[in-house]
């Protein structure tokens, strides 16, 4: 089956009905007719209908090696220098579609499976048959254009219990049983973004220290459909509405986070990827190169974001009148030098790519991680020159409805700019007051500072990714050493 047509995306979720809740109930009917899911579902929906736009199918999709049907260009394991820019290209598609507000567009997923694959020989020596389980599942989910999302963080009271209880006791996510079917599965997992909007789940806890001499119960990896049975997904509470006046961006872009729990779940035995032994969960992110592939989809999510934040900064300077000032000046080119800036680092990351041990070509990693460090920095301070060139005009905004209410009229009259109407202007600063203001605005920050985990983690993969800095500490040695000894 080839890539997949937005309608066929929603009824493959409707279908699913999984076992979701949303304050306090059940979700009975289907999501994409839920106010919590149905923008972004409609959003999703674009992003897989452009597959098949003749203006983009070339451009997005590549032949499949097995069916000859044409399947989504980011499965592509990258050969050569070519590939990684085609790969490029298609994710630019998309992201400057959803311009940079879709952590889970699926061009994201997709690249983390195909760079688990391209590991998929280090689990030979682990258990042939787990890396016979991960070609076929990258193959499954490239021919059937699987939506998926991940979930690898626990919740703080399963990390707690984890590594001291013992494995009766412990709360952390693990495996209870393995029998002839496959394995059961318990524990609980944080966030899963957009987790009930995709068909599957990547299960990849972080690994457990080895306290275990012989099977760590708490090392494995799997993939499974959301409607396995003991599987519940537990909603926040909505950002959303539907109003895209209201609100242009949560009324498209608004991805639910779940907590996702597994009650003594079945993965069938063909979903296992890896059981065990935590060397190998640990290897298998770290040979696939896992960050370095998926950092590569999200710095062109973070170039769209830039375009689109710097667009609104300059835009709303306008309509201020303040677009010769100093700080509005001093402001906009330093977005401007950020774009640059992360748009330089990933064409270095393409210029310096080098093969991995099977052939892949691998974008480098140095400027793509120095980008997952550089944009939780600048993100919530390109935010803050937004609210402040917004000030209060981020407040008074009001709704469609007031605009076409008796009191319009006053609407029309009093809150117009110098250039531009009401309606255009209220418009625009409702975009502002999401981003800057509103709970969806806060939960991107929050999204955007932890994205590629907490500073601590993103600092230690970047210090750990440069085997090269031993050079400088003996280059000061040498300097300091080359003193003359005698004062003058
Ligand atoms: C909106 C959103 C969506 C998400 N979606 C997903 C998803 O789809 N799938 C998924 O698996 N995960 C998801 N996550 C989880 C995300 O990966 C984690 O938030 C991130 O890895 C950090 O982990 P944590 O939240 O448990 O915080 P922790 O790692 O527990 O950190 C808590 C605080 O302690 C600090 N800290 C931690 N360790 C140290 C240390 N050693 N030294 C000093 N300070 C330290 C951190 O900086 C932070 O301030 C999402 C998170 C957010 C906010």
Redesign the pocket.
Known sequence: MPIKTGKQYIERIDQQNINIWYKGKRISGPLSLHPAFKGLMQTQAALYDMQWDKRFINLMTYTSPDTGDPVGLSYLPPANAADLVKRRNMMELWSKQHHGFL??SPDYMNTAIMSLYTAADLLEEHNPLYADNLRKYYAYCRENDITL?????QP?ASNLSGQIDSTEESIAAKVVEMNDEGMIISGA?????Q?ATCEEILVFPSPSPAYFEDINPFAFACAVPNNLPGMTFICRESYGALSSFDHPLSSRYEEM?TLVIFDHVLVPKDRIFCYGDESYSRRLFKESHFHTHIAHQIITRYIAKIEFLLGLYQSLAKEQDVEEQTQTALNTSKMMTYLEIFKALRLSSETEAVHDRSGYLVPASGPLLASSILFPQIYPEIIEMITILGSSGLIMIPSQHDFTSDSGPYLHQFLRGEHSEARNRVALFRLAWELGASAFGG?QT??E???F?????TALRMINNCNNTEQFKTMIRDFITSNDPSPH
Request: net charge positive; no cysteine.
């Open positions: 952590g889970r999302s991940h979930a690898f963080i703080y997992f944080l966030m899963a973004t987790g986070d939960r929050q999204f500072r932890f994205f985990g907490n500073a601590h983690t």
